[in-house]
C-alpha cells in the first residue's frame, strides 16, 4: 500500500550487537499520512437509497475510499471517494474535503462502512438508511452549537495575576461551552435517524475575527460531533458564521466544501451549490433554506441580502408546490437559521424580510413546521396563517391548545437555539407576549462595529406560546406517527429536552403534538 514503509525480514537474531529487535523492524509506521478525522454523513437525494460519507485531512492524501459493508455480512464494496479543496483567505491554510457517494442502498437498511485513504488507519462508522414510503421515524433538531475548545490565550491587564499562577489560562475561541460537547452525548441518547443542525454550527467567522484559524474551528467542530455524526446524517443549513469573508463570492466555500448535500438543480452553479436544498424521510418533506438570502439584518462577514438574484424563492415555491401536490406526502418542515418570531428583548429578533418573502408562500401551500436558530434560547409560536396589517406584517394565530397543535390550520415556528453556544439569553425575554422585529438597517456601521446595526420595531405577540426562560441548552426530539388511512391522520409528538453532563442526560421541557390529515386520504 503506497505511503506505508513494507515490513522488513530480520537477518540477525534478537540481541545480537548493533542490530534492532526484529520485532521493532516489522513494525510499519504511518507518520507520513494524516489521519481520517472528522467523518460524517450527509444523506443523498434521496436518502432510503443514498448516503455520502465524508472526512477532513490537512493535505492531500492518496486513494480516499470507503468501504462498505453490513453487520451480517462484512466488508466488501469499495467506493472511490471525490476530494474537494479550498484555501482560507485569512491562515491561507488548504483544507481537502474527501467525498465518497454510496447509491444503491435498500431502504432502512443498517450498513458499516469504513473510510480510509493510503497510510491511514480506517475509520469505521454505521448508518441506517431512510424508509421509503409512510413510517414511522424520529429526528432532532438545534441550532448555534459552537465547539467547546480552548485554542484562545487569555491576556490579563497589567497587574491582574492569573488565577493559576504563572500557567496560562485559554478559552474557546468562538463562544462555545461545555454544552457543545455535551450535546452530542445527548442526541445520541435519543438515537435519531438524523439530526438537522439550524445554522451558525461552529462560529469559524468569529474564530476569524478574532485573529483565530477558521479552518481549526471547523475541524474542532467536526472533531468534536464525529462520535454522533459517523452514525446518523447531520443536516445543515447555513446561518450568518457560515459568511466567511474572502472564502468565495459569498463567503462559503468553507460550508460548501466539508458538506456534500442533496442535489439542487435551481443551485447547480458554482455560487450558491448546497445553499438550498430538500429531501424526502417517509412521508415528510425536509426543506432547507438559507435566509441571509432574504434577511434584512446584517450579521455575517459580507451583507448578502438578494445574492441569489430570486432563484431560491422560486426554488422554494416551486419545492412546496410540487410537497403539497404530492399523495406521498403529508408533511413539509422548513429549517432556516433566522426566524420569523421570537421573544426577545435585546437579542436579533424576528425579521421582517423573511416575513415578506417567505410567510406567504408558507401559508399558501401549508408548511406545517419551521425550525429555525439564530437566537440562543428555545420558543414555539401557536399555529400561524396569515398576518396583521401592520409595519411588522405580524403573524397571526390560528389556535392557541398548547398540547395538540393542527398543522392543517397554521405553520408552527420553533426557535432552537440553544444547542452549545455560550451566549445563551434564555434570562432575556419580554414578560409579556411582545416581540421585536428587523425592520431597516443603520445607513452605516457604528464605529468599531463590523456591520451595520438593526433597526426594530416591538410588536405585540399574539403569536407566543412557550419559552424556555429557565434553561440554558437544549434540541428537540421529533417523533412522526404516520397514522393509517383509516383514520386518515398523521402525528409528530415533539419533546424539547434540555440535557447535564459528558452522558447526555436528557430532561423534559415541552412536549407537545402535531397533528394533520394525510395526503392519501384528500378527495
Same mark, same amino acid.
Given at each position: 500500500?503506497a505511503?506505508v514503509?513494507?515490513?522488513?525480514t ?5 540481541g545480537?550487537a ?5 520485532l521493532?523492524?516489522?513494525?510499519p509506521h504511518?507518520l507520513?499520512?494524516p /489521519?481520517v478525522?472528522g467523518l460524517h454523513l450527509?444523506?443523498?437525494t434521496d ?28 466488508l ?12 482560507d483567505s485569512l491562515?491561507?491554510?488548504e ?9 444503491? +442502498?435498500?431502504p432502512a437498511?443498517?450498513? +458499516?462502512?469504513?473510510?480510509?485513504h493510503d497510510?491511514?488507519?480506517?475509520e469505521?462508522?454505521s ?6 414510503g ?10 448555534d452549537?459552537?465547539?467547546p475548545?480552548?485554542?484562545r490565550q487569555v491576556v490579563?491587564?497589567d497587574?491582574?495575576? /492569573? ?15 461545555p454544552?457543545a ?5 445527548a442526541v ?13 454550527l461552529?462560529?469559524a467567522?468569529?474564530s476569524g ?7 481549526a474551528?471547523?475541524a ?6 464525529s ?7 447531520w ?5 450568518n ?18 458538506f456534500? +448535500?442533496?442535489?439542487?438543480a ?7 451549490a448546497?445553499?438550498?436544498?430538500a429531501?424526502t ?9 438559507a435566509?441571509?438570502?432574504v ?8 451583507y ?16 412546496l408546490?410540487?410537497?403539497?401536490d ?7 418542515v422548513?429549517?432556516m437559521?433566522?426566524?420569523?418570531i421570537?421573544?426577545s428583548?435585546?437579542? /436579533? ?6 416575513r ?6 408558507f401559508d ?7 425550525v ?25 394565530? /390560528?389556535?392557541?391548545?398548547p398540547?395538540l397543535?393542527?398543522?392543517?390550520r ?7 437555539g440553544?444547542?452549545g453556544?455560550?451566549?445563551t439569553?434564555q ?6 407576549p411582545?416581540g421585536?422585529?428587523?425592520?431597516? +438597517? ?6 468599531g ?5 438593526s433597526?426594530?420595531?416591538?410588536e405585540?405577540a ?6 424556555d ?6 434540541f ?5 406517527d404516520?397514522?393509517?388511512?383509516r383514520?386518515g ?6 419533546t424539547y429536552?434540555t440535557f447535564?453532563?459528558?452522558h ?14 394525510r395526503a392519501?386520504?384528500r378527495?
Amino acid at each position: 500500500m503506497a505511503g506505508v514503509a513494507a515490513p522488513t525480514t530480520a537477518t540477525a537474531s534478537a540481541g545480537e550487537a548493533g542490530e534492532p529487535s526484529p520485532l521493532l523492524q516489522s513494525t510499519p509506521h504511518r507518520l507520513g499520512a494524516p /489521519s481520517v478525522s472528522g467523518l460524517h454523513l450527509q444523506f443523498g437525494t434521496d436518502p432510503s437509497g443514498e448516503m455520502t460519507v465524508s472526512w477532513i485531512t490537512p493535505q492531500s492524501v492518496g486513494r480516499p475510499h470507503v468501504r462498505l459493508g453490513s453487520p451480517d455480512g462484512g466488508l466488501g464494496r469499495v467506493v472511490e471517494a471525490e476530494t474537494r479543496t479550498y484555501r482560507d483567505s485569512l491562515s491561507k491554510d488548504e483544507v481537502y474535503v474527501h467525498h465518497a457517494r454510496l447509491c444503491g +442502498l435498500r431502504p432502512a437498511t443498517t450498513y +458499516l462502512y469504513t473510510a480510509g485513504h493510503d497510510g491511514a488507519s480506517p475509520e469505521m462508522g454505521s448508518f441506517t438508511t431512510a424508509p421509503r414510503g409512510r413510517a414511522a421515524f424520529t429526528f432532532t433538531s438545534f441550532g448555534d452549537q459552537a465547539t467547546p475548545n480552548l485554542r484562545r490565550q487569555v491576556v490579563f491587564p497589567d497587574g491582574v495575576p /492569573s488565577p493559576l499562577g504563572r500557567y496560562p489560562v485559554f478559552t474557546s475561541s468562538q463562544v462555545g461551552s461545555p454544552a457543545a460537547a455535551d450535546i452530542v452525548a445527548a442526541v445520541e441518547r435519543v438515537g435519531p435517524l438524523f439530526n438537522l443542525v439550524n445554522g451558525d454550527l461552529c462560529y469559524a467567522s468569529y474564530s476569524g475575527r478574532h485573529g483565530q484559524s477558521r479552518t481549526a474551528t471547523w475541524a474542532d467542530w467536526f472533531i468534536n460531533n464525529s462520535r454522533s455524526t459517523r452514525l446518523r446524517p447531520w443536516m445543515p443549513c447555513a446561518g450568518n458564521h457560515e459568511n466567511e469573508g474572502g472564502n468565495g463570492p459569498i463567503g462559503a466555500l468553507g460550508y460548501q466544501t466539508y458538506f456534500s +448535500l442533496p442535489d439542487s438543480a435551481a443551485s447547480s452553479d458554482d455560487e450558491t451549490a448546497g445553499m438550498w436544498y430538500a429531501f424526502t424521510v417517509g412521508a415528510v418533506r425536509f426543506i432547507s433554506l438559507a435566509n441571509d438570502d432574504v434577511a434584512i439584518q446584517n450579521s455575517g462577514d459580507t451583507y448578502l441580502r438578494g445574492y441569489s438574484g430570486g432563484a431560491q424563492q422560486r426554488w422554494l415555491e416551486r419545492e412546496l408546490r410540487a410537497a403539497r401536490d404530492s399523495r406521498e406526502i403529508d408533511w413539509i418542515v422548513v429549517c432556516m437559521h433566522h426566524p420569523m418570531i421570537s421573544s426577545s428583548m435585546h437579542g /436579533s429578533g424576528s425579521d421582517l424580510g423573511i416575513r415578506e418573502a417567505w410567510g406567504p408562500l408558507f401559508d399558501a401551500y401549508g408548511v406545517d413546521l419551521v425550525v429555525s436558530g439564530h437566537e440562543h434560547y428555545y420558543e414555539r409560536s401557536h399555529p400561524v396563517r396569515g398576518t396583521l396589517p401592520n409595519d411588522t406584517r405580524t403573524p397571526v394565530p /390560528s389556535d392557541t391548545d398548547p398540547d395538540l397543535v393542527y398543522t392543517d390550520r397554521g405553520t408552527v415556528h420553533m426557535i432552537i437555539g440553544a444547542g452549545g453556544n455560550a451566549a445563551t439569553t434564555q434570562d432575556d425575554l419580554f414578560e409579556q407576549p411582545k416581540g421585536r422585529v428587523v425592520v431597516a +438597517l443603520e445607513d452605516k456601521p457604528r464605529p468599531g462595529a463590523p456591520y451595520r446595526e438593526s433597526i426594530w420595531v416591538t410588536e405585540d405577540a399574539p403569536w407566543a406560546a412557550v419559552q424556555d426562560r429557565r434553561h440554558t441548552h437544549g434540541f428537540a426530539a421529533f417523533d412522526v406517527d404516520p397514522g393509517d388511512r383509516r383514520t386518515g391522520r398523521t402525528r409528530m409528538r415533539v419533546t424539547y429536552y434540555t440535557f447535564d453532563g459528558p452522558h447526555g442526560d436528557l430532561t423534559p421541557v415541552d412536549t407537545f403534538t402535531l397533528e394533520r390529515s394525510r395526503a392519501d386520504a384528500r378527495d
